[in-house]
């Protein structure tokens, strides 16, 4: 459990970004778009279930759309992140926080530097997550987003997820991945993962981490720096049955199969403030056989400084000023 840690007194520079306020329009395009998102991930098991019965029972057309996303591949579409999805950021007032800034980043990828962008937590559907894809310049939106396998396979959910590009979040693939260098080689990882979706509270915040130490390794082994991300509003949105059958499947599957609720106990989520904070490098260097006590120490300072983050920015944030941070 890495508690008891002290947030360091005096944050260090960093600028803010905000978002204009949004036309009527735009705020409810914003809500439709970000409903939508909510939706799929509700109605996507159903929908196979039902679609699976109707192919049993020769009804082809019923199970069409089911069978065409079988079929193709998912696409990875920066267009879409950057110009469908802009309204959402207006309908969360997201602004951004940012102790590293784009030029730094920009710098480092192309000397070919790779990063692994450490988002924390993940909420039940990491909409500030999606408005940082619509938010940030060009180069940005080519980091893919590592996911569970089953998310980049299920029909439907692999379509509409895709498109802020996913790659599979095993670790072969991912060391294969960073090798690229720059943007195209570095990865979002959502720590705390689907286990994480299942600790999202209005009322406190609570962060898996304490047994999450594969990325740390990662980075190690990699030479990838780890650059902490916190997203500050992303556990407000939606409310999620966290027992029942469909929560214990769900942990096993890594994909989110259970009941959620927003606004009206509906799929809508509520408007909560967003605010995406990035933090500086931690300033991880590359060896080749680290052992047990390198990945516990950087993981002790990854720890340290995602809990300073939220200390420091809370207050930013709409609904967070009391809220009490939690390491699991």
Not at 103 to 127: C, E, M, T, W
Not at 228 to 246: A, M, R, S
Request: glycine share 8%.
């Amino acid at each position: 459990h890495c508690s008891n840690m002290s947030p360091t007194p005096t944050p260090p520079k960093y600028t803010v970004h905000t978002t204009p306020p949004p036309s009527t329009l735009s705020y409810l395009t914003g809500c439709v778009t970000s409903t939508i998102f909510a939706s799929t991930y509700l109605l996507t098991t159903p929908y196979i279930l039902f679609s699976l019965y109707s192919i049993s029972q020769r009804r082809i057309i019923p199970a069409l759309p089911f069978v065409l996303s079988a079929l193709i591949p998912s696409l990875h579409s920066t267009w879409v992140t950057k110009n469908l999805l802009g309204p959402m950021c207006g309908y969360f007032n997201y602004s951004e926080i940012r102790e590293y800034s784009d030029s730094s980043r920009s710098a480092d990828f192309k000397n070919g530097k790779s990063y692994i962008l450490a988002a924390q937590p993940h909420g039940v559907i990491s909409f500030c997550g999606m408005c940082s894809a619509s938010y940030c310049i060009d180069e940005f939106r080519l980091i893919k987003t590592a996911a569970a396998s089953v998310v980049t396979m299920v029909p439907i959910l692999k379509h509409v997820m895709g498109v802020f590009g996913l790659i599979d979040a095993g670790g072969k693939n991912l060391k294969e991945h960073i090798k690229k260098g720059g943007a195209e080689g570095s990865v979002v990882i959502y720590i705390g993962g689907i286990a994480e979706l299942f600790k999202s509270s209005r009322k406190e915040e609570r962060l898996y981490l304490s047994k999450r130490k594969g990325f740390i390794k990662l980075a190690l082994t990699t030479g990838a720096d780890i650059i902490p991300l916190y997203l500050l509003g992303n556990t407000d949105t939606l409310t999620v049955v966290k027992n029942g059958p469909l929560a214990t499947l769900s942990r096993k599957m890594g994909v989110s199969i259970t009941y959620f609720w927003g606004l009206f106990n509906t799929p809508i989520p509520r408007p909560s403030q967003m605010v995406y904070v990035r933090g500086r490098p931690l300033g991880i260097t590359k060896m080749d056989n680290p052992k047990q006590e390198d990945i516990d120490r950087w993981h002790e300072v990854y720890c340290k400084e995602v809990e300073r983050l939220f200390e420091t920015y809370k207050g930013t944030c709409k609904g967070y000023e009391n809220k009490k941070f939690y390491i699991d």
